[in-house]
């Protein structure tokens, strides 16, 4: 299913999270993996007798270090194929999107650290510049995480352009054997109660425990909630589109439920 993945890593410990779960789906699709550490430009003096070039090779070694203990762990776990990429002076989501194009990947995983207001923040920046040139599936993992594969929630408004994102979460409910928790809000579309049945009599059919949950009260707090409720291990989104519905995928909803989830996230390019 994914064949090639791209783990983006800035070297913190919150990164350790996304290589993990990379593995673990490595293990179970025979994927590629390929692991970026995106290295800033450092503007530094030659006044202390140390030049720039010296420090940015020490910091490069440093990381190929760093790098080369998940290669070990991941080869040591059976992955087949574990590179390491050390891109230098780019933007993290520059060096993202590039070796994401060149790799040709099917999935972007990034680890993510603690939701202070700084964190957020950061990790908005980068999202929001992957989301709007998204070039494949991108899965956000909290540093805490460790996904199951038990619950799954999908945030959906059953409308013909999330039919990928569909489709996505029903393909991985049925490998994982998961239950599928199908969440929409009001967003007003004619015959959503005939779209339900459709996709339940799918699930079903498929062998999925599947139900279908009209939130109440504001989306984002409602599927935070759900989560916490149902220890969901991720929640599954699409990538943003212009136009749509009145409610879903307009304005902030993804950095919304970013900003309350407490599980990964799964955004799926529609």
Known sequence: MYKQILIATDGKQHSSSAVIEAIEIARKFGSEIYLLHALKKMVVSDQFGISHSVIAQKMEEATKKYMETFRGLAIDDGVLKFETIVSYGKDFHTAILEEAEKRNVDLIMIGRRSMSALSRLILRGVTDKLLRNLPCNVLIVPFTALIQWKNIILVTDYSLKDKTVIDEALKLSKIYESNLIIVSGDTGEKNRDEDINIIMKQA????????????????????????????????????????????FFKGSLIDQIFDRSICAVLVIKR
């Open 204 to 247: 079903e059919k498929e062998g999925i425990a599947v139900e279908a949950l009209s939130a109440s009260g504001k989306l984002p707090d409602f599927i935070a909630a759900l989560a916490k409720k149902r220890d969901a291990d991720i929640i599954i989104t699409g990538s943003p589109v212009n136009g749509g519905s009145r409610y």
